[in-house]
């Protein structure tokens, strides 16, 4: 069984450009999450979507934003992009919602790199 | 809200050392507890996780016992390799009113030979 997927695993782009990165979860999952990873950090959570809607966003600029389409698959969007904004990018996916006790699976990550 | 205190590193350690990462959280109820590990240029994978007090999990030599009377979940391994060097992450699952996993800082592990 596939993992979960992300794409582009790389990424550059200019201080100013906007950047779609993109996620396919797990099979039968319905929940994706975002999250930010800076080189020598741990992961910071973005957003999370159940079911296409948006279920929690995490404290990041409204430069960040999300959708989650009838496939489960699911675009994370940032505008006017700042060299801050370099960094690894994760996608998790997870079989329930938000309050389920369950583990995440994360792919390999995008990795975005700002000049 | 929920909170997780992780060891941190970097911890080097020599090939078929005994390993320990220490993690204690802070969360209501009694959560599932994770460990998940990042090698180098990739993303996370689940190491091993406990669903409930008491509960040891396993993964490829590593253990993790859940302590709720000491609000612990400490990472062991007795014998250690070149291969296990990664950043390794404690975790916690969405507590009430978060969406979101609580991770620890990280520890890095160096292996050498």
């Known amino acids: 069984d596939a993992g979960v997927t992300q794409s582009p695993t790389h990424l550059i782009k200019t201080r100013g450009q906007h950047v779609t990165l993109r996620c396919s979860p797990i099979?039968?999952?319905?929940?994706v999450s975002w999250y930010q990873q800076v080189l020598g950090q741990g992961p910071q959570f973005i957003f999370q979507y159940y079911e296409k809607e948006e279920r929690g966003r995490g404290n990041f600029p409204d430069r960040f934003s999300a959708r989650q389409f009838p496939n489960y698959s699911s675009e994370l969007n940032v505008n006017a992009l700042l060299l801050g904004d370099s960094a690894l990018y994760l996608c998790?996916?997870?079989?329930?919602?938000?309050?389920?006790?369950?583990?995440?699976?994360f792919g390999q990550g995008t990795r975005l790199t700002v000049v | 809200g929920n909170s997780v205190t992780q060891m941190e590193g970097p911890v080097t350690l020599s090939e078929e050392a005994f390993l320990t990462i220490n993690c204690t959280y802070t969360a209501t109820g009694y959560p599932s507890l994770f460990w998940y590990v990042q090698y180098p240029g990739e993303g996370l994978q689940l190491l091993l996780k406990a669903t409930k007090a008491d509960d040891k999990g396993s993964n490829k030599g590593f253990e993790a016992t859940y302590r709720k009377e000491t609000t612990s979940f400490h990472l062991e391994k007795g014998s250690v390799q070149v291969s296990d060097s990664a950043v390794y992450f404690c975790?916690?699952?969405?507590?009430?009113?978060?969406?979101?996993?609580?991770f620890g800082k990280g520890t890095k592990l160096s292996v050498i030979p």
């Open positions: 998790a996916s997870s079989l329930g919602g938000a309050r389920v006790n369950t583990e995440a699976f």
């Open positions: 099979s039968g999952h319905k929940s």
């Open positions: 975790a916690l699952p969405p507590g009430a009113g978060s969406y979101q996993l609580t």
